[in-house]
DNA sequence: ATAAACCCTTAAGTAGGCTCTAGGGTCAAG
DNA sequence: CTTGACCCTAGAGCCTACTTAAGGGTTTAT
């Protein structure tokens, strides 16, 4: 069933990137197509598709593509050793994850003060910038990262 | 009260980055500091340490140096008009981080997936990797973006 | 008063992530 | 059987976001 392939042109457009995008995240590893024709064309599979999707999404969220291609690489096998560091692993990311979402909400909440202190009361037009809707003054304060 | 003013090697610390970066910051139009010293040193207020924290943040949830630059700079004029494109920008904003946290939120959820399969029970070892998590294959279908 | 640890500027260099160019096959339509 | 819209490779070029280098002041402690 799921046995459709797309030219690398009918892919680009579906996920909104270009050919050249595609050819060169052939060249660093992140996806392939899974065959080409006999003519040399780049062939993609459903799952091809899925991972250039789950890269398109990752990138957006400010993962590099190092970083991407772990993800995508991260498998589980039988072996303990491996299998301890994929919990370790996932978990670090996971936690990761956890830190861009409280910022995201933060950055969101200042653009919403904005958004509504804007043409609302029309009162208080000055002074108020994306830092000033920020109540607590160190909601941004440095946390860990790496 | 909040006249602390630090100099760029501390504020560097504090932030968890580095002089050469704070500099590029402020030829980039980023991040000033408020006065500089007799000598010429910089001397960041706390203000200016909120811009940086924000920055950091910003970038580290996938937005561009241009992009923050914007946010920045959004502030309100008495000005109708461009308060109205204040409103459209913001609007927009908020509609792309939480597009951000959509994605977030599944990369996360596929992680999970991982994360608790891995030497939990230990059966379906193979064909485990972070697309198999992802029960929907269109979960990471292009959704218009840009 | 000198050494260590800061700070300054200008300019060149680098890494990541594409994007474009040149030169050339492939394929469906008319 | 040719025209237009695809596809291919190899390699150069480009933009963003730093990073390093070179040459030189300032501050603080001893």
Redesign the interface.
């Known amino acids: 069933m799921n046995d459709k392939l797309y030219q690398i042109g009918q892919l680009a457009k579906?996920?909104?990137t270009n050919v050249d995008t595609l050819r060169y995240y052939e060249t660093a590893g992140l996806v392939n197509a899974t065959r080409r024709s006999a003519s040399g064309y780049r062939l993609y599979s459903?799952?091809d598709a899925?991972?250039l999707?789950?890269l398109?999404?990752?990138?957006?969220?400010?993962f590099s593509l190092k970083e991407i291609k772990q993800?995508?690489g991260?498998?589980?096998?039988?072996d303990?050793h491996t299998?301890?560091e994929?919990?370790h692993y996932?978990?670090a990311?996971?936690s990761e994850?956890?830190?861009?979402?409280a910022?995201?909400?933060?950055?969101?909440q200042a653009?919403?003060s904005?958004?509504m202190?804007?043409?609302g009361g029309?009162e208080s037009?000055?002074n108020?910038?994306?830092?000033s809707t920020?109540e607590d003054?160190d909601?941004?304060?440095?946390t860990?990262?790496k």
Chains 1, 2 share one sequence.
């Open positions: 579906m996920a909104g459903e799952q899925q991972r999707y789950f398109l999404h990752a990138k957006k969220v400010g993800l995508l991260l498998r589980l096998h039988k303990e299998c301890e994929v919990k996932t978990g990311k996971i994850i956890e830190a861009k979402i910022d995201l909400e933060k950055i969101k653009l919403e904005l958004h202190a804007c043409c029309g037009a000055e108020c910038s994306i830092l920020l003054p909601t941004f304060k440095h860990s990262d």
